[in-house]
């Protein structure tokens, strides 16, 4: 499973556990925000935790709270979308 989907400067994207060891194949997904204009700076708002019987949101600290309103209405989105994404792959196992 890997992906990437963007809306606007929210991200859902498809991750190992850790960032920096390319594990394969992704079983994770983490919604990050872009800041605005350099493009080149991230920072994890959440992630999806595989569980037994599938996967669970969890949020860093509040930063889902703390988001403009385009980029929280970003966010509903891709946790929308990334829940179906992974329920998909979840099945498939």
């Known amino acids: 499973m890997e992906f990437n989907i963007r809306k606007g ?3 859902l994207r498809s991750c190992g556990k ?3 060891q390319s594990e394969k194949p992704h079983y994770r997904a983490e919604i990050v925000v872009w800041e605005k204009g350099a493009g080149k700076y991230c920072y994890t708002v959440a992630y999806f935790e595989p569980e037994e019987e599938g996967f669970h949101l969890k949020t860093v600290l509040d930063r889902p709270v ?3 309103e385009d980029n929280f ?3 509903i989105q ?3 979308v990334g829940f179906s994404l992974l329920y998909m792959f979840w099945n498939e196992e």
Do not use: S, T
Request: charged letters at 20%; hydrophobic letters at 45%; zero cysteines.
């Open 9 to 11: 400067n929210v991200e």
């Open 73 to 75: 209405q970003g966010f």
């Open 78 to 80: 891709m946790m929308k």
């Open 18 to 20: 850790h960032l920096l």
């Open 66 to 68: 703390q988001l403009e």
